[in-house]
């Protein structure tokens, strides 16, 4: 395969709103051609007033960043890096889920785009890719409160789409779609699809909660395998069972003692 990248336009607004189908996450759609990170485009955009369902999309990233202060491999032509703005009026306290539901919509995407994906706690979506699963896509939620509630949340996702190649740090654990399956995929579908998925399941929470996004969750998630996790300087050990309806992961030690993680990550 060669390394030409898809046009660099498949990204650009009349593109992409030609072919969106949501109400309202997307319709106030801008591309960069780079950037330093999504993530704080919006967040400078919400805090200028933007509306909800801004999406920033971006070709390139110079500061990328995932959670636990790790950097995202951002290069250009290849991949999804994309940013989201919601402003859900509730309860900062209700609002954990909403990283789960992002990746379960993900999860949905992919499997209909003929991936097959998995979803790991808490936000890292992997695919089969030499023997085993790899990861291919992780989301960075980042929210500011006004007391107990919500100002505003960044969704942010990152999905190594078409790299063909990835940096030697990662290449032992991370893949792209392109590297996993053998062929591309067109940015701008996933882009849409994504969104239309989201859309569903944030107006669902919205309306209902978030039992049937977290139904989904498990459906594409990697349960009942052993996992070591760090939380509040500990590390835990055990086989995480499931989760909670706040979307706290449920680990199942040795002694049979079931320990609720918030944080960390399930590796
Ligand atoms: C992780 O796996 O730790 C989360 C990775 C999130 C990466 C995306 S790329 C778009 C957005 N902008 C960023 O700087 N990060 C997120």
Known sequence: MSQSPLPESDL??????????????????????????????????????AAEGLVIV????????????RSWHSPPGQNLYLSLLLRPALPARQVTP???????????????????????WPNDLLVPAAGEFRKAAGILSEMATDGEGVRHIVMGVGLN???QDLPPELARRATSLCMAFGRAFD??????????????????????????????????????????????????????????????????????????MVSGESG
Do not use: M
């Open 161 to 163: 789409v078409n790299s």
């Open 58 to 69: 971006a070709d390139s990233q110079s500061a990328g960043r995932g959670r636990l202060g």
């Open 187 to 260: 940015r701008v579908q996933l882009l849409v699809d994504f969104l239309a998925a989201f859309e569903a399941t944030y107006d669902d929470f919205l309306a209902r909660g978030p039992a049937s996004g977290l139904a989904d969750w498990r459906r594409h998630a990697d349960l009942g395998r052993v996992c070591r996790i760090g939380q509040d300087g500990t590390k835990v050990e055990g086989v995480a069972t499931d989760i909670d309806e706040s979307g706290a992961l449920l680990v199942r030690d040795d002694a049979g003692h079931v320990h609720r």
């Open 98 to 120: 909403l990283t789960l539901l992002a990746g379960a919509a993900l999860a949905r995407t992919l499997a209909e785009a003929g991936a097959t994906p998995r979803l790991r």
């Open 12 to 49: 650009t607004p009349g593109a992409v709103l030609r072919r969106l189908r949501t109400r309202r996450l997307g319709r106030a759609y801008e591309f960069l051609s780079a950037c330093t990170s999504t993530n704080d485009v919006v967040r400078g955009c919400a805090a200028a007033g």
